[in-house]
């Protein structure tokens, strides 16, 4: 039943109706039980104006709507049951509604909890997920469905970013902003490869696209599943349909209702390839590749859930995303060479590093002789912003670049416009830019001098050129501490990190050493200073998360794992629980281009 009345018609005959709330509801949606000519029903509206699900998945036409119209959910097998008798939508953009009316199947639906499903219950769910998709095997989208880039980046932290900024922030919202954070703590790894992903849905999407593709229900959560006496499996809620690959739902159905499987994840997986297998879809060839891609990609979806979760777990997506990344190729944060020691360090540089390099980067940028509103400003070796928000707040229109497109990567949809490239051979025609700020990045270089030429070179006359460094005088017992417990636990520092501090580093550790490399490189009005800053690190987590937020140590915490790098934290924060503030000493400079 689709015609335009359909709905309204319907409804006119309820003799009951009455408004409820499901208890698993999430989003932004209105329900009501009706009885009709006896029958029982459930009456469900929503609208991208007021449903945050439709916005987050960027559904702005309905896609349930386009399936039901498309005759897509009555091709499904007869194992499956819909129960949707009648849809319609009124108005029009933002505010068209969407009103399903359903079957009241309440009593058969699986019970809200976290109790484990009967092993022959969730059987079914697997038997039945294996015939959905063998019946549409090959489907092609052609009604404008969810994308799997979309999925990929449903919970990305640039596309939760409007609906953290409303008045009511959904409880799932904050939970996965929450969790982002987390997850660079507790599994580097997955953190980098969800960063990853969400900046290059592709590194996923592509390969993924080499694989067979059928219908996906996109939602096999058990609070939309249920049975029937007759052993039928209800679906309900096809709010994420589209064409993907079949090993999607199955790795939603192991992420979303992990408490609840009677059996282990690996058995679930197994069983899901039989069934497969047993209705005539051959699986060799494929199935390896499509099933690591999946793995990799549900936790660029999911992954702050895990993170907010318990260590097994997380420890469990942990140690299979790993051994998946790494026979796809993206163990090094897709493709990216070891030789980059920040490609995999984005989220962890910025969810920790930061603690200390932001206020740095303020206070550097509040050196500037002049003010910066209005002018085109370079923020060089930009790693994931630090510095580039210093000059939004000071209203500069700021361009940025950095060597690591990991760094780069890190909210990039929310950041200035930017270029992967060597700050000793910067894009950027001669005098193009009003200024230039380069923080924590010229101490990186044997020639310093090199890199303030270069800098001068694309800077205009009169332009100020920013640079800070540490002080080879900068001491913190604290943090030689938390040094000497990972090298106890098993840490050794990378050579590149080595020579870094060995050879480069102690050159513009001084004010003298400072402002001798900006006059080699011709600068005038050279001020320089060297003193400790306050960067707010008062308390120990705060010192752990910044110091391990380190590229440095990014490659031990993956190899000792999720639970023993929690401990190694907790260890290393009580170690140093009555620690001073931490005052770094800086080489801050300003300089101007003659």
């Known amino acids: 039943m689709t015609g335009a009345d359909t709905v309204a018609g319907f409804l006119a005959r309820a003799a009951l109706r009455k408004a409820v709330q499901p208890g698993d509801a999430r989003a932004g949606a209105v329900y009501e039980h009706v009885t009709v000519d006896g029958a029982a029903y459930f009456v469900k509206r929503l609208s991208p104006a007021s449903d945050w699900i439709m916005r987050i998945t960027g559904d702005r036409v309905h896609r349930p709507y386009l399936v039901w119209q498309a005759g897509v959910m009555d091709r499904a097998p007869e194992c499956i049951d819909h129960t949707v008798v009648a849809m319609d939508v009124d108005g029009e953009e933002e505010h068209a509604v969407l009103t399903m009316v359903m079957r009241d199947v309440t009593d058969f639906l699986v019970p809200e909890g976290d109790a484990l499903v009967p092993l022959r219950q969730h059987a079914n769910f697997i038997a039945h997920l294996a015939a959905l998709s063998a019946a549409f095997w090959g489907w092609d989208d052609d009604i404008g469905l969810t994308t799997m880039a979309q999925r990929l980046r449903f919970f990305a932290p640039d596309n939760i970013a409007a609906e953290l900024a409303a008045v009511e922030v959904p409880g799932p919202i904050r939970a996965a902003a929450a969790g982002w954070k987390a997850l660079a703590w507790r599994s580097p790894l997955l953190g980098d490869l969800a960063q990853l992903i969400h900046a290059r849905p592709g590194v996923i999407t592509e390969p993924l696209a080499g694989t067979p593709r059928t219908f996906l229900h996109g939602d096999w959560k058990m609070g939309n599943l249920g049975t029937h006496a007759d052993g039928r499996t209800i679906l309900l809620d096809w709010a994420y349909p589209g064409s993907g690959p079949a090993c ?290 008062t308390e120990p987590a705060q010192l752990v998360r910044y110091r391990l937020g380190h590229p440095a140590f990014a490659e031990w915490l993956e190899e000792i794992g999720v639970a023993r790098a929690g401990a190694f934290a907790a260890e290393a924060e009580q170690a140093i629980s009555d620690m001073p503030p931490y005052r770094p000493v800086v080489v801050f400079m300003a300089a101007l281009r003659p």
């Open 248 to 537: 999607w739902d199955l790795c939603w159905y192991l992420a979303l209702n992990r408490a609840r499987l009677p059996e282990p994840k690996e058995a679930v997986i197994d069983r899901f390839r039989a069934e497969l297998e047993g209705r005539g879809v051959v699986t060799g060839g494929w199935w390896q590749s499509q099933l690591d891609l999946c793995m990799i990609g549900i936790m660029a979806t999911f992954g702050w859930e895990k993170a907010l979760g318990a260590d097994d777990e997380l420890a469990w997506w942990h140690d299979k995303v790993a051994e998946a990344a790494g026979r796809r190729g993206l163990d090094s944060a897709g493709g990216g060479s070891r030789a980059d020691p920040y490609a995999r360090s984005g989220q962890r540089w910025a969810e920790g590093a930061e603690l200390v390099y932001r206020p740095i980067a303020a206070q550097l940028v509040a050196m500037s002789p002049h003010p910066l509103a209005g002018r085109v400003v370079l923020d060089a070796g930009a790693g994931t912003g630090a510095a580039s928000v210093a000059l939004r707040t000071r209203r500069a229109r700021t361009i940025a670049v950095d060597l690591s497109p990991g760094m780069l990567a890190w909210h990039a949809s929310a950041r200035p416009p930017c270029a992967v490239a060597d700050v000793l051979e910067l894009p950027l025609a001669p005098r193009s830019v009003d200024d230039s700020v380069a923080a924590f990045v010229l101490n990186h270089l044997t020639h310093p001098d090199s890199g303030f030429a270069e800098l001068a070179r694309v800077t205009r006359p009169g332009g100020v050129i920013l640079a800070t460094a540490f002080s080879n005088d900068s001491r913190s017992t604290a943090r030689d501490t938390i040094d000497a417990l990972a090298r106890a636990a098993g840490w050794q520092a990378p050579g590149w990190y080595v020579e870094l501090k060995a050879a480069a580093a102690p050159i513009l550790g001084s004010r003298a050493g400072m402002a001798a490399a900006a006059r080699a490189a011709g600068l005038r009005g050279i001020c320089a200073q060297e003193r400790p800053a306050d960067v707010g690190v």
